[in-house]
């Protein structure tokens, strides 16, 4: 879920104090970009829809995310090479882009987000009548 906000609300500083805290982990993202926007693609293993916080505050882009990771009953983990379960990322976006229409959507920890460019910035062909 995309939520537009201003960070200056008092939760929103306590939801930054509290991520800014624990250790996390930045992501890997892929971002591509064609005539229609801007594709970012983030791989986010573990984080479901559920734990999964995107935020835009003017044109600052932040993606928040927790990992759930499911130890079997009965067993112990005795060593982790990953000890962060906590992922934070965060991007400053061109103001030709529409951030009200982004599209988010999580599968098997991958994040896809689709940010169209505003319709006046697109590139369009310009007929040319005879005359």
């Known amino acids: 879920m995309v939520q537009k906000?201003?960070?200056?609300?008092?939760?929103?500083?306590?939801l930054r104090a509290r991520s800014e805290e624990e250790p996390s982990l930045i992501p890997p993202?892929?971002?591509?970009?064609?005539?229609?926007?801007i594709t970012l693609i983030a791989d986010m293993p573990g984080v479901s829809r559920e734990r999964l916080n995107i935020q835009i505050d003017g044109d600052n882009l932040l993606l928040d995310g927790a990992a759930?990771?499911?130890?079997?009953?009965?067993?112990?983990?005795?060593?982790?090479?990953?000890?962060?379960t906590h992922f934070r990322r965060s991007f400053?976006?061109?103001?030709e882009l529409e951030t009200e229409k982004i599209n988010?959507?999580?599968?098997?920890?991958?994040?896809?987000?689709?940010?169209?460019?505003?319709?006046?910035?697109?590139?369009?062909?310009i007929e040319v009548n005879v005359g």
């Open 104 to 125: 988010a959507q999580v599968k098997n920890g991958v994040l896809t987000l689709k940010i169209p460019k505003r319709a006046e910035l697109k590139p369009r062909k």
């Open 68 to 84: 759930a990771i499911d130890m079997p009953e009965g067993m112990e983990a005795l060593f982790a090479e990953v000890r962060a």
């Open 92 to 95: 400053t976006l061109s103001r």
């Open 29 to 37: 993202v892929d971002i591509c970009e064609d005539a229609e926007g």
């Open 5 to 14: 906000t201003n960070l200056k609300t008092a939760e929103s500083r306590n």
